[in-house]
């Protein structure tokens, strides 16, 4: 996907191209996790959509949710969403660092010919 060290690193406005795909990608894993946050509320605690989108939105924040689960599977799937969206956190994290990682480590083993 990207460049080896062979070759010369992208200009800039390639570069910033990549980031924003990046991004995109990043905000489009976020935005799929929080709606999968908000059916999982919807269907285990019987929540309407903004208490839902609420305490899926916490819980992708680090926050906590806000109304504590009243039922077993309610309470299950809190934990699971919880364990889910931390590491979707990271993974989101991944992707828009992931370009600036390589460019830097790209620049610093690349040698002038």
Do not use: C
Request: avoid cysteine; glycine fraction near 8%; charged fraction near 20%.
């Amino acid at each position: 996907m990207y460049e080896p060290k062979s070759h010369p690193p992208i200009p800039r406005p390639r570069f910033i191209r990549r980031m924003l795909l990046h991004a995109a990608s990043a905000l489009a894993l976020l935005l799929f996790s929080l709606m999968l946050g908000m059916a999982g509320y919807e269907h285990f605690e019987r929540l309407p959509w903004r208490d839902a989108f609420l305490n899926s939105a916490m819980l992708m924040g680090g926050m906590g949710p806000v109304d504590a689960p009243r039922t077993d599977a309610g309470k299950l799937f809190a934990g699971a969403y919880a364990l889910y969206a931390g590491l979707i956190f990271l993974v989101a994290a991944g992707l828009v660092l992931a370009p600036v990682a390589h460019r830097l480590m790209h620049k610093f083993h690349w040698e002038d010919r």
